[in-house]
Structures are given as C-alpha cells and as structure tokens.
T-cell receptor, first 114, second 111 residues
C-alpha cells in the first residue's frame, strides 16, 4: 500500500513568488491535513480537508490556501512568498475525522525562500 | 490558547536505560493523545496512541495518561542508539478538531 506522496520534495523560490505543493493521500483516506514545521515553532496546523471541504483552518495569513480534489488529492498554495515561509511542509492523511483518527505523514516538501 | 508543552531537551540517556518523555496539555477536555517519533530529516511516524487513563504498553514503549493532571508520558525501556530522535506529543481535543503538536523533545541515547 503506497504511503502519502508529496511533491516536490525540495524547492527554492525567491521572495514574492508563489508556490504550489501537492499531496496524494493513502488510498482510501479521505482526510488530508497540512502542517508547517520550522525549528522555532514546531508543527503548526495549516488546514484540513475532508471530502473536498475545508473542515479546519489554522492561524495563517490568507496567502496560504489549499484545496482538495474528488480523488482526495490535495494542493496547497502560498502566494507572495516571504523569507519566513521557509519551512518543511508536511501533508498527512487519515481515513476520516474522529478521536481515534491517526495521521500518517508524507515525507514533506522543503521550501527555501531566498 | 490550546497548548501542548514538552521539554525541548536534549534528553541524554545511556544505552539500556529507561528514557522518560513528558508532555502536558492545557485543555482539560482533550480526549486522545499520540506520540510520534521524528528522525532528523524525516517525517513524523506514529509510535503510540492512548485514549484512557492509565498505562498502555507496546514492546519497549509505554504510554501513560493522567487526565486529572493533564499529563501524558512516554517511557522507552532498554533504550537503543536507534531511538535517538525527536519525540512529538500530539493531542486531539475533539474529534473534528486538528491534532495539536508539542514542539518535541530531542532524545539522545549514548552507546
């Protein structure tokens, strides 16, 4: 069974550019969550999608957006990149929401903004 | 403010010893708790989940939950150098809310 696949794995952008990251969840998983990980802040929740609907959104500016497609694949977009957006962006999938719901993470997309 | 707090470490233990990792959370209504391990340069992977007060054992790992004290811990028995990693505590307050992570404790097992 394939795991969570994130592309691209590494990317370098300059300030002001925009970036799109992709996530393919485990087959059968309908929920996709995105997290930003930085050394200083740890894992910060960005948003969660379930059946193409955004269920939760973290405390990030509107430059951060996402969507989920009918096949559960998800993308996140960051516009007008800032130096502080340099981070590891992690996607995680789960079967559905719930207290016993377990997140399985992808390998991440490491974004460097110059 | 919903928070999950962990000592950042590093926590250094000799090989074969018991490593004890601790986590406190602020929302008394939190209902499910997870421990993830993250090796340097890798993504987090689930080690344990615990939902009710008491201990839960899985191999060399034991998770302990005390909801009254808002405290969850992870014990690693017979620690090995391969256990050296950052351990993340995560808390789910309600079923339809996102998992909140602590900043992690870095564990170093010295051979």
């Amino acid at each position: 069974k394939a795991g969570v696949t994130q592309t691209p794995r590494y990317l370098i952008k300059t300030r002001g550019q925009q970036v799109t990251l992709s996530c393919s969840p485990i087959s059968g998983h309908r929920s996709v969550s995105w997290y930003q990980q930085t050394p200083g802040q740890g894992l910060q929740f960005l948003f969660e999608y379930f059946s193409e609907t955004q269920r939760n959104k973290g405390n990030f500016p509107g430059r951060f957006s996402g969507r989920q497609f009918s096949n559960s694949r998800s993308e996140m977009n960051v516009s007008t990149l800032e130096l502080g957006d340099s981070a590891l962006y992690l996607c995680a999938s789960s079967l559905e929401q719930g207290l016993t719901n377990v997140l399985t993470f992808g390998a991440g997309s490491r974004l460097t903004v110059l | 403010q919903k928070e999950v707090e962990q000592n950042s470490g590093p926590l250094s233990v000799p090989e074969g010893a018991i490593a004890s990792l601790n986590c406190t959370y602020s929302d008394r209504g939190s209902q499910s708790f997870f421990w993830y391990r993250q090796y340097s340069g890798k993504s987090p992977e689930l080690i344990m989940s615990i939902y009710s007060n008491g201990d839960k054992e899985d191999g060399r790992f034991t998770a302990q939950l005390n909801k009254a004290s808002q405290y969850v811990s992870l014990l690693i028995r017979d620690s090995q150098p391969s256990d050296s990693a950052t351990y993340l505590c995560a808390v789910n307050i309600r079923g339809n809310t996102p998992l909140v992570f602590g900043k992690g404790t870095r564990l170093s097992v010295i051979a």
